[in-house]
């Protein structure tokens, strides 16, 4: 990969106070001359597609991402898997050009193209540089409105699918979290299985992954990002002849609001080995909720702060138990949840259990105190930027924004929003999420001294 623009990830890390663009359609060509820092901006194109848009000059290179609605959440019962081999057989060939014929033309373009499903959406992934920018867009182009979804390259993607079923079946992380899943959305899209099964895997055909990309990659609701050595006037024309004759509305089915269930419950699924693993969680809170800021600062302290976390300190440290323990916040378009793992040696594994449930529960009744809450605010304000280390990343964090709702000012506000969190705040945020008894547990291994409270649901 080439190195990353310094100069942009020093932007990136001042929070750019004062070079984030309005939000008026940005029209004109950026300034390239200019010492200001970077700046986003939003981009309209003539046919009304938005993008926004980080104009870098200091290495010759675009990277692109784009978020489509839809995704995993949309396959169909018996269909599960489609939208994800749609999305892998996507970039197996376009136009007149077969999957061998694609693949070589990106290698001389220098160019790198993916795309990916994720629960809620089709996700694309671009880059390339500067001298190679239009014939790598007129691949890109291809892509998107002629993908030719070949019985070759279907079968292939099918065999890697399988292999990696095949793989997750004996993994028993992936078991665990795959498990939690099922129980914890029971009944919802959220519970299939996004990757397909071996039953419906096989039986998916062209026509079938067709009908995801006609139904999903559409212009309404796209969220683009984009990165590097172009400007606004560039950008927008180029927008048009990239999505411009795409369907103008997806066909989506609704996907309704849910609560992650199973609380109160352990299941455990036996499989001969030294250790268990074990996936946790619970309901949490939606990116848009106002309490989001401060659950993400109570959340850090409780298992999302490393060794300095009460779950690593509580866990690890005093009672040795196991190497490491954490929990993050979840968000979906539907939902929100907090979900945690830790792995143990089996004897250990209902202690380790009773000291999470404790240590959670305490969170929930009594709040962080006041130097955690400040030493939270100092850490999450100050790493945010080391983790958007390339243009692609910093493209997708763009697309993230979006999707979001954050705004187009949400460098300038972040470290703000997480500063006007207070003490009332955190401990509000904390009573609503972390509440033991609706804690789902599930346990792959031999534990001792652990029972289930019912066995776990299919075969396994």
């Known amino acids: ?111 790198s193209l993916s795309v990916s499903a994720s629960r809620d959406s089709m996700n694309l992934s671009f880059r390339t540089l500067s001298r190679y920018r239009d014939d790598a867009l007129g691949l890109l182009r291809l892509a998107l409105l002629q993908p030719r979804f070949d019985e070759d390259a279907l079968k292939r993607a099918k065999e890697r699918q399988l292999s990696d079923l095949a793989r997750a079946a004996t993994s028993p992380g992936e078991i665990a979290r795959d498990l939690w899943w099922r129980v914890a959305f029971a009944g919802h899209p959220y519970g299939r299985d996004g990757d397909g099964t071996e039953a419906s895997v096989p039986a998916l055909t062209a026509d079938d992954l067709r009908g995801v990309w006609r139904d999903q990659i559409a212009r309404e609701g796209v969220k683009i990002g984009v990165v590097g050595d172009i400007d606004a006037a560039t950008l927008a024309p180029m927008l048009d002849a990239l999505l411009g004759r795409l369907p103008a509305k997806p066909a989506l089915s609704p996907v309704p609001p849910v609560v992650a269930g199973g609380g109160g419950d352990v299941l455990i699924v036996q499989r001969k080995q030294s250790q268990s693993v074990v996936t946790f969680g619970a309901p949490g809170l939606k990116r848009d909720d106002p309490d989001f800021e401060a659950a993400h600062l109570v959340n850090y302290i409780l298992g999302g702060g490393g060794f300095s976390a009460r779950l690593m300190r509580e866990v690890r440290e005093k009672a040795g138990l196991a190497y490491s323990v954490g929990t993050g916040l979840g968000t979906l378009d539907a939902t929100g949840f907090v979900q945690g793992n830790v792995a143990t040696a089996n004897g250990a594994v209902a202690r380790s259990i009773e000291l999470i449930r404790q240590e959670l529960g305490r969170m929930g009744s009594e709040g962080p105190t006041e130097a955690e809450l400040d030493n939270a605010k100092g850490s999450v304000i100050d790493s945010f930027a080391l983790n958007l280390d390339s243009t692609i990343r910093i493209a997708g964090f763009l697309v993230s924004l979006q999707r979001d709702g954050l705004g187009i000012d949400y460098l300038e506000t972040r470290a703000d929003r997480f500063r006007r969190v207070t003490l009332a705040d955190a401990k509000r945020a904390a009573a609503r999420i972390f509440d033991p008894v609706r804690l789902l547990f599930v346990v792959v291994g031999e534990p001792e001294s652990l029972q289930a409270t019912r066995a776990p649901p299919g075969a396994l």
């Open 1 to 111: 990969m080439p190195p990353f623009p310094r100069r942009l990830v020093t932007a990136l890390l001042i929070l750019i106070p004062a070079a984030v663009a309005a939000p008026a359609a940005a029209q004109a060509p950026a300034n390239s001359a200019s010492a200001r820092p970077a700046a986003i901006e939003r981009v309209v194109s003539p046919g009304g597609i938005e993008a926004w848009l980080l104009t870098d000059r200091s290495l010759p290179l675009l990277a692109v991402s784009m978020s489509f609605p839809g995704g995993t959440a949309q396959d169909k019962p018996g269909k599960e898997g489609a939208a994800d081999l749609a999305a892998q057989v996507m970039t197996e060939g376009a136009g007149d050009l077969d999957a061998e014929a694609f693949r070589a033309k990106l290698e001389d373009l220098s160019t």
